[in-house]
């Protein structure tokens, strides 16, 4: 047969085909430089806020207000005042300065402002929520006479004043069955000093038709121990009311370290 018949055409269209097939599963020739080094895109890492306020939420509604420490309860409470982003560092920076939760409700908006991220939202906030508190507290003095609840008296007038920076003289005028008439602050001082009349002490309890008063004073230093200035002024008042038909029941000083009640301690 001469070359090229067609048995060498059909030969080589066989060896065509399995060479074609044998390039169709060849291996990709190896690369070289940057992309053969380079590595898969990492993942970003899962940011551990999402779901906090939610997770927040849930401690609070399931355990109360005592299953959160002071600066998750302020988280919460600045949740309104900022709609999005991280309220633990603010919260922390409150805490770290004022002490606690308490003590942050009762700051002066002057120190309020020298924290970092606090402005008029947070400080009306909190405003709005020690307000809340205290007519809370005074609400449970007034529904019954105010010697058969004597410690939701004490809780309302620390909640009111134990945290102050200068020393406030307040009055409650009780009627015969000892329900509270009025709740009056009588002067403002210094911080350790307020000047007390003893004279418009007893005319306002006339005033208010009032048979008994209980006198009321903070001592800004922390410390609620009676100084001498305190027992001689209550005795003055004592003095000067009786006679009239007006009975002082106690003198109770406030402060940040408890309080201290003249009936107690038998100095009146």
Same mark, same amino acid.
């Given at each position: 047969?001469?070359? *090229?018949?067609?048995?060498?055409?059909?030969?080589?269209? +066989?060896?065509?085909?399995?060479?074609?097939?044998? &390039?169709? $599963?060849? &291996?990709?020739?190896?690369?070289? *430089?940057?992309?053969?080094?380079?590595? /898969?895109?990492?993942?970003?890492?899962?940011?551990?806020?999402? +779901?906090?306020?939610?997770?927040?939420?849930?401690?609070?509604?399931?355990?109360?207000?005592?299953?959160? /420490?002071?600066?998750?309860?302020?988280?919460?409470?600045? $949740?309104?005042?900022?709609?999005? +982003?991280?309220?633990? /560092?603010?919260?922390?920076?409150?805490?770290?300065?004022?002490?606690?939760?308490?003590?942050?409700?009762?700051?002066?908006?002057?120190?309020?402002?020298?924290?970092? +991220?606090?402005?008029? %939202?947070? #400080?009306?906030?909190?405003?709005? #929520?020690?307000?809340?508190?205290?007519?809370?507290?005074? *609400?449970?003095?007034?529904?019954?006479?105010?010697?058969?609840?004597?410690?939701?008296?004490? =809780?309302?007038?620390? &909640?009111?004043?134990? $945290?102050?920076?200068?020393?406030? $003289?307040?009055? !409650?005028? !009780? =009627?015969?069955?000892?329900?509270?008439?009025?709740?009056?602050?009588?002067?403002?001082?210094?911080?350790?000093?307020?000047?007390?009349?003893?004279?418009?002490?007893?005319?306002?309890?006339?005033?208010?038709?009032?048979?008994?008063?209980? !006198?009321?004073?903070?001592? /800004?230093? *922390?410390?609620?121990?009676?100084?001498?200035?305190?027992?001689?002024?209550?005795?003055?008042?004592?003095?000067?009311?009786?006679?009239?038909?007006?009975?002082?029941?106690?003198?109770?000083?406030?402060?940040?370290?408890?309080?201290?009640?003249? %009936?107690?301690?038998?100095?009146?």
């Amino acid at each position: 047969m001469p070359n *090229g018949g067609p048995a060498d055409s059909g030969r080589d269209k +066989g060896q065509l085909s399995e060479s074609t097939q044998g &390039a169709l $599963f060849e &291996a990709p020739t190896p690369t070289t *430089g940057a992309a053969a080094t380079a590595k /898969p895109e990492a993942k970003p890492e899962p940011d551990h806020r999402l +779901g906090h306020r939610q997770r927040l939420r849930e401690r609070f509604n399931l355990g109360g207000p005592d299953a959160l /420490p002071d600066y998750e309860l302020l988280e919460m409470v600045l $949740f309104r005042v900022f709609p999005r +982003g991280d309220t633990k /560092p603010i919260a922390k920076r409150l805490i770290a300065e004022f002490g606690s939760f308490a003590e942050v409700l009762q700051a002066p908006e002057t120190r309020l402002r020298e924290v970092d +991220g606090i402005g008029d %939202r947070a #400080i009306d906030e909190l405003k709005l #929520i020690r307000a809340a508190a205290l007519r809370l507290a005074k *609400g449970r003095v007034k529904q019954r006479p105010a010697l058969s609840s004597w410690n939701d008296l004490i =809780d309302y007038l620390r &909640a009111a004043q134990a $945290f102050e920076a200068r020393e406030q $003289f307040r009055i !409650l005028f !009780l =009627d015969k069955k000892n329900n509270l008439i009025a709740d009056e602050v009588q002067g403002h001082g210094t911080v350790d000093h307020t000047p007390v009349y003893v004279r418009e002490v007893v005319k306002r309890a006339l005033e208010l038709s009032a048979t008994a008063i209980i !006198l009321v004073h903070n001592h /800004p230093s *922390g410390d609620p121990t009676p100084s001498r200035a305190d027992i001689d002024m209550t005795k003055q008042i004592i003095d000067a009311a009786r006679p009239l038909g007006v009975t002082v029941h106690d003198h109770v000083i406030v402060g940040r370290g408890g309080h201290a009640s003249f %009936r107690q301690l038998r100095l009146i």
